[in-house]
């Protein structure tokens, strides 16, 4: 191939920078979204074979992978569990047994947001849980509005608020400066005295709204991260490692994420709720975790819960499939390949191979709900033989009868699952691929090669800082797709483990939590009313150095132990890459 002036071209450089000019686009669609990011996702299809880097059907085939397979079956469930509202009757029955006090409130929202997360989509955890803890709320302020009013007008006339006269008297000398022996004086102060205790208790409730609201969409987020289907680039990574590095045993999957990023969670959210009781509540335990007897707006609020709760009603047959069936997958997925011992699937079907993945079980399971039926109805049974005769005669008129509907059917799954995801998955592989065949991941990694001078947790730190940063005003998605490939390349040419700084800065691109246009949950947090782009900028800037020291921390200890990241690993070397000629 020649260039201008006849001269020899280099063609693998040609494919880098060809390569390259893709991803940049890609990126600035993505950070602009100046195109939906689904059809960005698709620009692999368009750009790499007409820039002759991939041939049309190598690049379509990324797009529906084992990986793809896992998240649709991941959401099937989660929608199964949404529909037949499981999800709120765990919720509420939590709560019931956490209470109303306004620390453990918070608390208890913040572990079933963070626990709902790890199964069902973030936002749909976050727009189920906001509605609630603001009921609450506004029952507990409602409650002290109506005894404040109680205590100021009619105290003076019961025995029993004798003391309290007597302060509610001092407190008028405060504010109108007489002594309240006159009437009309009497009247205007107990006016100002109740007008000052209303802003007090406005002032008071605005901020445990604050706090509430912002406790729920940050537990959402940090509860996304301790399973592989809980978001969308914990995915991405696991796609990611298993196209670069083909050979990797399947380091990770289910269970192994799971050993690593629950107590992560974990740390995260006890840290997270520190701060945020710190920020809107104080340290004031024996007034905000409530020592001794409840008092009535205490007693309100937890009847508001418990009216929730009756409305559902009893357990019906189908919310017990559902919860059964998500028993049983979760613990397929945890027995499948434990890592400590051989599982089910090692004895049963991989023997010779990874035929049985993650994704296989999932998709398994949620098979169940399209044949499963809703509802058991024992009359069927008794009228067997009628309902053939009734069947037949519609069928010989062309008609259907329909029986007993199934947990799921596709309409309900078609208006839920978010096929959008599924595209920006693929693109992500595809944009990998590319750079792969391109040559553009191995130029990448050789130009980071400096790094290798800098010790391995401060290169974490940093990319988690740089990652948490970025995926502040761009999509977590988006975030992961561009660096991972980057990172991989980087971290096989300075002889460091791929997972020490990919999967850190996986769990670090979860973490928006400054601005309400990073994550749909801070969106939906913020669309309350209550709070300013500034109370989400204090508390998340706080909250986003604490996830990621809370991440290293992580990584650096039983991390290291679990993934055997002191040591390069022998299938980093074996990357699947195809020159280009």
């Not at 509610?168 to 007489?178: H, R, S, W, Y």
């Not at 005669?393 to 599924?422: D, H, Q, Y």
Request: glycine share 8%; proline share 5%.
């Amino acid at each position: 191939m020649y260039c201008q002036d006849h001269l020899p071209c280099d063609t693998s450089a040609l494919q880098e920078a060809r390569c390259g000019f893709a991803i940049i686009l890609m990126a600035l669609y993505w950070c602009t979204e100046c195109m939906p990011l689904a059809v960005t996702a698709l620009l692999p299809v368009i750009l790499f074979p007409m820039m002759g880097i991939m041939e049309s059907g190598k690049v379509c085939v990324e797009y529906l992978k084992d990986t793809n397979m896992l998240f649709i079956g991941g959401l099937l469930v989660a929608i199964a569990v949404e529909h037949w509202n499981l999800h709120k009757r765990i919720a509420l029955s939590v709560l019931l047994i956490v209470g109303v006090r306004p620390a453990l409130l918070m608390m208890g929202f913040m572990i079933v947001t963070a626990f709902l997360s790890m199964w069902i989509s973030n936002t749909a955890t976050t727009a189920m849980m906001l509605p609630i803890s603001q009921a609450v709320l506004e029952q507990l302020s409602a409650t002290e509005a109506d005894s404040d009013e109680k205590e100021l007008r009619e105290g003076r006339d019961n025995h029993a608020f004798e003391l309290a006269e007597v302060n509610i008297k001092q407190a008028l000398d405060n504010v109108t400066g007489d002594k309240p022996n006159n009437n009309p004086d009497m009247e205007a102060g107990i006016n100002a005295l109740s007008e000052r205790r209303r802003r007090e208790r406005e002032a008071k409730y605005l901020c445990l709204f604050k706090g509430m609201s912002l406790s729920v969409c940050y537990s959402a987020s940090i509860g996304g991260t301790a399973t592989l289907t809980g978001t969308t680039p914990n995915l991405i990574l696991k796609g990611q490692m298993d196209d670069i590095f083909p050979e990797n045993n399947d380091v990770i999957n289910f269970a192994s994420w799971f050993g690593f990023a629950f107590p992560n969670m974990v740390l995260m959210l006890a840290l997270s709720w520190l701060w945020l009781q710190f920020m809107y509540l104080g340290f004031n335990f024996k007034k905000t975790f409530g020592c001794g007897s409840k008092n009535e707006g205490d007693k309100d609020a937890y009847r508001v819960m418990k009216n929730e709760y009756k409305k559902l009603g009893t357990m019906s047959f189908a919310e017990a499939a559902v919860l059964v069936i998500f028993v049983i997958l979760v613990i397929l997925w945890f027995t499948r390949e434990p890592g400590f011992m051989p599982g089910w699937a090692t004895e049963l079907f991989n023997k010779n191979g990874q035929y049985v993945t993650d994704g296989t079980v999932a998709i398994f399971m949620s098979t169940l709900f399209f044949v499963i039926p809703s509802r058991l109805d024992c009359s069927c049974l008794a009228s067997a033989n009628d309902e053939r005769d009734e069947e037949a005669e519609e069928v010989e008129e062309g008609e259907f009868k329909p029986g007993t509907p199934t947990l799921l059917n596709w309409k309900v799954v078609n208006e839920r699952m978010p096929w959008n995801i599924v595209l920006l998955l693929g693109g992500g592989f595809a944009l990998a691929k590319g750079s792969e065949v391109s040559g553009l991941s191995k130029w990448l990694g050789e130009s980071l090669a400096p790094l290798k001078s800098i010790p391995p947790f401060a290169i974490s730190l940093i990319l988690c800082f740089l990652v948490g940063t970025f995926t502040e005003c761009s999509s977590n998605t988006a975030t992961t797709t561009l660096f991972l490939p980057i990172l991989a390349s980087m971290a096989t040419t300075i002889g460091l483990h791929p997972l020490y700084v990919m999967l850190p800065c996986t769990i670090s691109a979860s973490l928006a939590f400054m601005l309400p246009v990073a994550t749909p949950p801070n969106a939906i947090a913020f669309s309350y009313g209550n709070l300013k782009v500034v109370d989400m900028a204090k508390a998340g800037f706080i909250l986003n150095i604490i996830g990621i020291l809370s991440i290293n921390l992580g990584i650096n200890t039983w991390g290291t132990a679990m993934f055997n990241l002191g040591t390069f690993p022998s299938w980093a070397n074996a990357t699947n890459v195809t020159s280009t000629p």
